[in-house]
């Protein structure tokens, strides 16, 4: 008899490789955990839309811009069944009006098929943040993936001169395709 990590067939290999007549989706993988997906995939983000708790603190001091156009890129370079590893890049007309760009690394734990949960560290730099100093900033984020688009909830707190106000922000991803 086999072990448990061995699987029914007491070949420790064939618990983790597809036979030629199974599929990928039923193959028992070790405590579930399947390898990461070889393919590479590049989304465009479309900036988005914010919502600013201190509505009339944003408004006196002209930060109250929540149509944030914009486009950036997202490169998923690790997808598992635990979490999805990114790198990313873009642009978006913020809160102040003025152009912010992004660009940095974020993992977002997968909950169950559809949600995930994660933070994206990011260097920014725009003249409405950090007196127009660039910076570097840990972005909560969560996800849901509605297969063709993913919809994207970040939230920005109020924090000293870098962030005077708290902020959410929703943008879209799709695919551009995988390689």
Known sequence: ?????????????????????????????????????????????????????????????HLDNELNVGLGLNYEFHNDALGVATLQTGFFKDSGRNWTKIAGAGYQYKLGER??????????????????????????RVTYDFGPVKVNLVYVPRYQDYNRFAVFGLYFSTPLGAW
């Open 1 to 61: 008899p086999g072990s448990v990590a061995a699987g029914a067939g007491g070949n420790a290999a064939s618990a983790v490789r597809p036979s030629a007549t199974s599929t990928a989706a039923s193959v028992d993988y070790p405590q579930g955990i399947r390898p990461a997906n070889s393919r590479l995939q590049l989304n465009l983000n479309v900036f988005g839309l914010s919502y600013h708790t201190d509505r009339a603190g944003t408004r006196d001091r």
């Open 115 to 140: 949600w995930r949960l994660g933070a994206d560290l990011l260097a920014i730099h725009s003249p409405t943040y950090n007196n127009g100093r660039g910076f570097i900033a840990p972005i909560p």
